[in-house]
Each structure stands twice: as C-alpha cells, then as structure tokens.
C-alpha cells in the first residue's frame, strides 16, 4: 500500500502524519525542533514509520513545510504554512461545517487566515514579531508561575472576578507585569485567566485585519489549552471550532496535498 507523508518543521516543534490514498490519518508524531531542524525531522519519521509499521519505501511523497521546510531534502515539494494550514483545517473540519477564518497559534508566531467558500485563502494576517501572543508565552508564563503549561486551562476556570490586565506587547515586559501582579498577591489563577484574555484580544485583533468571518477554526498546540479557548470566544463572542488533534493541521494538510501531488503526477 502507499502511503503519503506531510512534516511541518516549526521554530519550536515537529509534526509528521502518515494518510494513506484516500486521505485518512494513519498515524502522527511530534518532536521538538531542537537545533538540528533536518536531523529531527529524519529521526521523527523514522520512529513513527516503525511504530506503525510502514516501511520507508512505502512512503512514494513527501510534502514539507513550515518555517524549516527547505531543509528537509527528502521531501518531494515544499509549501507555504498558510496553505498547508487552509488544507488540513478545511479536512478536518469536514463534519465541523464551512470554515471561513482559521486562528493558528504556534510557538513564536500566530496567524489569521481567511478562506473563501471554497476554502482557499483570501487573506491572512501574522504576528512574528514578538513571542506575546505565542505558545512560547505561555511557556514563560508557566516557568514563572511554577505550574506546567498543561495546567493552564484548569487555573483559567477557577480565576474570581474580572480577568487581570497584562497589557504589554512585549513578552519581556509582560512578564515583569506577571512578576509585579504575583508581588501584589494576586492569586495565580487570576494572573492566568489575565494572560489568556490579554492573549484573546491580541487575537481578534489580528483576525479583524482579514475579516471576521463565522465558522473560525482554532488550529496549533495552544487550542488544547481550554482556557485560552474560552478567552478568545469570548472575546470573538463567536465559537471556535477545535479539531481532535489541532497541533497537526497543518502537517495533515502538507500530507493531503502530498496525495494530490501525486495523484496529478501519476495522470500527466
């Protein structure tokens, strides 16, 4: 049997699916980045292979993409994240409904994506520049509050009153604020449910530059996180819809276009 492969190498991690022909998940890995993009990449692939059995000359494409994806030298072709991301969230959200705007949250960067009713992409806006805003946030947030990033979305629920305001742009600065809020005794549930609302508004200021759309997929490893989800809808004042697996999206839809790749080849 043929199998097709998507690698999405982020700033800070590795995701790798296996679909077969007819476009349904295999399996999937992830792995952090580290310094060495490719050697990662080829390591990851070869554990997930083995674990599910396939040997490597079953896999006929290879579609890379994300910020490391020229560096993958076995891949057939290299796309954008923007496409790739459209792809894989118009596939897995098949039994969601339409998908008109996706919100992508990734170790250093974010996005806002906009498809037309056909599901390609129209618009789309990025936040590169700084890490607030980012799942590398919330990882200095957790380290400084001294709970683990997973735990974030249970402290968020359990916050009293209005959320805190963090209100700085900058990670650095807005971790000093977190500093000065634990020296005034705010408990670390509120300083949590005030990060994820600072977080929120960053968000749909970016989603307001491509258009706010219903029918918004919430994509990356920070939509497992159930507190920041619940800040953004409401301050969206809109459901999001969260896929099963959100931190791969975007190397599903790298395998997807893998298929067709080779689907168009194979006819030409």
Same mark, same amino acid.
């Given at each position: ?8 190498i ?13 476009k ?20 990851t ?40 991301n ?22 250093q ?20 520049r700084?890490a ?18 997973? !735990? $974030? %979305?249970?402290?968020? @629920? ?8 963090? *209100?700085?742009?900058? =990670?650095?600065? /807005? ?7 634990l ?45 920041l ?5 409401? !301050? $969206? %004042?809109?459901?999001? @819809? ?8 975007? *190397?599903?839809?790298? =395998?997807?276009? /893998? ?7 194979a006819?030409?």
């Amino acid at each position: 049997m043929n199998y097709f492969v998507g690698i999405d190498i982020g700033s800070t991690s590795i995701k790798i699916v296996v679909v077969d022909k007819n476009k349904n998940l295999i399996g999937y890995k992830t792995s952090a980045s580290g310094s060495m993009f490719y050697k990662y990449a080829q390591e990851t692939l070869e554990l997930l292979l083995k674990e599910l059995n396939i040997d490597i000359g079953n896999v006929v494409y290879i579609v890379s993409t994300g910020y490391g994806r020229k560096l993958y030298k076995e891949a057939n072709e290299n796309i954008s994240e923007i496409t790739a991301n459209a792809v894989g969230a118009v596939n897995a959200a098949s039994k969601f409904g339409e998908i008109k705007t996706i919100i992508n949250i990734g170790g250093q960067d974010s996005k806002a994506i906009s498809l037309d009713s056909t599901g390609n992409v129209t618009n789309f806006a990025m936040n590169d520049r700084c890490a607030a805003g980012t799942g590398k946030f919330l990882d200095v947030v957790a380290l400084k509050l001294e709970i683990g990033v997973d !735990e $974030l %979305g249970e402290y968020h @629920f359990k916050a009293k009153g209005t959320p805190l305001s963090v *209100s700085s742009t900058c =990670a650095v600065f /807005a971790e000093s604020e977190i500093i000065g809020l634990l020296g005034n005794n705010h408990s670390v549930e509120d300083i949590v449910c005030g990060v994820h609302y600072s977080i929120a508004k960053r968000i749909v200021k970016l989603v307001r530059r491509v258009g706010i759309k219903e029918g918004i997929y919430f994509d990356g490893g920070p939509a497992m996180n159930e507190g920041l989800v619940n800040a953004i809808e409401n !301050e $969206l %004042g809109m459901r999001l @819809f969260i896929p099963d697996y959100p931190q791969i999206t975007t *190397s599903f839809g790298a =395998a997807i276009i /893998a298929v067709d790749s080779f689907s168009y080849q194979a006819q030409n």
